[in-house]
């Protein structure tokens, strides 16, 4: 499968050498893409991983993954082009992170809104599910945890976008819990907070979450 990933940071970075190790072609969206970084992310990654402009990497993937920050996310999606996501499934990694000086991150947008239902709005015609937000970079490709392997909650309006980002998850090593449609995004990002927030309590970040049942 073709992937396409709009962001060039550690995220991004590290989904794509994620794809690229279960053997996917795939391509980071940045603003420079010949940067030395990248270059260093290209051959460590593998014959698997190009780079290009935001735009090529929209057009050509077959399923898309949202992995800027928030403060630039509207602006890269308008870089790619909102046709160029059209009727594909795209991936929102994003999280409304408030970032000031001396303090710590808050939700910028949350309550009755959320990034997730945002980037649906922006991109009408794709299929837009949350998932990936609410753990770290490290841990995103084959976590290992002694209680076994984490819970990823997804959230989405489209059932058949839904399964094909759990088919996904579960190949990254993920066991995967379906909250609902889009607007279940306003909690996944709040449980990312929940995260960010134990981790700078604790100063660790091996951390991830897992849903008890009794049956």
Request: net charge neutral; proline share 6%.
């Amino acid at each position: 499968m073709k992937i396409g990933i709009i962001g060039s940071g550690v995220v991004g970075q590290a989904l794509g050498s994620g794809f690229a190790a279960l053997g996917h072609a795939v391509t980071l969206g940045t603003r420079e893409p010949d940067s030395d970084k990248l270059k260093l992310w290209r051959k460590e990654a593998g014959s698997q991983a190009t780079t290009a402009s935001f735009a090529e990497t929209a057009a050509a993937g077959e399923v898309l993954v949202l992995a800027t920050s928030w403060a630039g996310t509207e602006n890269a999606i308008r870089l790619a082009d909102p046709t160029n996501f059209a009727g594909k499934v795209v991936i929102d990694v994003t999280n409304p992170l408030a970032m000031r000086p001396n303090a710590p991150p808050s939700l910028a947008v949350g309550h009755t809104d959320s990034a997730g239902e945002r980037v649906q709005g922006w991109l009408p015609l794709a299929f837009v599910v949350k998932a990936f937000n609410i753990v770290g970079n490290a841990h995103m490709f084959r976590p290992q945890f002694p209680g076994g392997p984490p819970d990823m909650f997804i959230a989405g309006n489209s059932a058949p976008a839904k399964r094909t980002v759990s088919d996904i998850l579960t190949a990254f090593g993920w066991e995967v819990i379906d909250v609902g449609g889009i607007e279940s995004a306003r909690y996944l990002e709040s449980l990312a907070m929940l995260w960010i927030t134990y981790g700078l309590r604790t100063n660790t970040w091996n951390h991830a979450f897992k849903l008890l049942r009794r049956t």
